[in-house]
């Protein structure tokens, strides 16, 4: 009996040794995760976000905003003299890159920056921006700071509530475009499901109506794949239409030029707002124009409005991994004092997205405001232990006064 459980023993320490070889490891990581994945999804069966527990819904609440959201006073940028686009754009691909596990957006960005002469990879980007492999999200605000502090002779930004027409528009101008939207994974692929996914366009077709997209899907992407206008959109607008623009910098006036009154963000979100509400008018059960109604009302700290928004949007029905992108329902929690309602929303997240570090920083602020500092504290150090660049848990860490 003994040498059995020596025999054991020494069998699963060799393993243990085998998978730290960090090729092995390397290729076993992702497999390992996705078995997690699909091992949490038959304990905790169910495809949608679940609803906050302090918030229960016989009917949507509806909004009522004050008539005509205030716009910028501040001058209107120039605008780029209207040309007709031309029928069809198709600009030069960059050398296409296979995305590693959870790394889609760190791919997507390497290929746009490649357009410009930029000569790093993929794994330039996430060693700064995701240095754990089991991060499974990268924000559009992350991959804009990177360029900005990462290539010097370049700048980015995005906006939110963008058209087929206004991205059309960019590609003609010689400027490839980021745009981030939902897809169906194969079931295989960490327990199947709706996920997010970041897409390059570099041209389109305007007799087929399609935009040419640089895919790293490692399954079902690659190089000069084709997408219609229509399916772009359909899993577009689960991110608030969100776009993300590289372009040289010093050439921001033309930059303003082609996004005209989307220049002023203030502006882009007051627009955004108005086409959240005619979906919402249009049809009041579809979830993602409750959530991009609460996503922009943010950006004016109109925080009732908002959690109200993402309440209508959960009561509905979210994907369950919608949480793990996008992170509007905690600071609107937040700053209504909804702090249970914080806490309970994060650990749904965690349960089936662990290395979320966002949802880690919400939970430790709100365990904070209820008074459970070491509980806090450990939240912030756990999402520091996951992304160590992380610059909100870090500053988390100073304000309540504890080393990292």
Not at 157 to 183: C, M, S, W, Y
Not at 329 to 358: C, H, M, S, W
């Amino acid at each position: 009996m003994l040498w059995f459980a020596a025999g054991g023993l020494a069998a699963a320490v060799l393993l243990w040794l085998t998978y730290r070889i960090p090729p092995v490891q390397f290729n076993l990581e992702w497999r390992l995760d996705s078995f997690s994945g699909i091992v949490r999804g038959w304990l905790h069966p169910g495809e949608t976000v679940p609803t906050p527990s302090g918030f229960v819904a016989a009917e949507l609440i509806p909004i009522r905003l004050p008539t005509g959201t205030p716009r910028p006073t501040s001058p209107a940028p120039p605008t780029a003299t209207p040309t007709p686009l031309p029928a069809s754009v198709a600009l030069p691909a960059p050398l296409w890159e296979k995305q590693d596990w959870n790394n889609c957006g760190p791919a997507t960005l390497a290929l746009g920056l490649r357009n410009f002469g930029w000569s790093g990879d993929q794994f330039t980007i996430s060693d700064l921006l995701k240095p754990d492999r089991g991060d499974k999200n990268v924000n559009v605000e992350e991959l804009v700071y990177f360029v900005r502090t990462q290539a010097g002779w370049l700048n980015a930004d995005f906006r939110v509530d963008g058209t087929v027409d206004q991205l059309k528009g960019l590609l003609a101008a010689g400027l490839p475009v980021i745009v981030e939207k939902g897809f169906i994974l194969g079931e295989g692929d960490g327990g199947g499901g709706w996920a997010g996914h970041y897409l390059l366009l570099t041209g389109y077709d305007e007799a087929s109506q399609v935009f040419i997209i640089q895919d790293t899907n490692p399954g079902t992407g690659g190089p000069d794949r084709k997408i219609s206008y229509a399916e772009l959109d359909d899993g577009w607008r689960a991110f608030n239409r969100v776009y993300l623009v590289i372009y040289p910098a010093g050439d921001d006036a033309r930059i303003q030029a082609l996004l005209g009154t989307d220049a002023d963000p203030a502006a882009n979100r007051a627009e955004a707002i108005d086409t959240a509400q005619a979906e919402i008018a249009a049809n009041p059960q579809d979830p993602y124009a409750w959530f991009n109604l609460g996503s922009n009302l943010i950006t004016f700290e109109r925080y009732g409005e908002a959690a109200t928004a993402f309440d209508n949007a959960l009561s509905i029905g979210l994907p369950w991994r919608f949480t793990r992108y996008q992170f509007g329902p905690y600071i609107a929690y937040f700053n209504q004092g909804r702090f249970q309602d914080v806490i309970d929303l994060a650990e749904t997240t965690l349960y089936r997205t662990y290395k979320a570090e966002e949802s880690l920083l919400w939970r430790g602020w709100a365990r904070f405001r209820l008074g459970d500092l070491n509980a806090a504290v450990a939240d912030f150090r756990e999402a520091l232990d996951y992304n160590p660049n992380y610059l909100d848990a870090q500053y988390a860490l100073e304000y309540v006064g504890a080393s990292p």
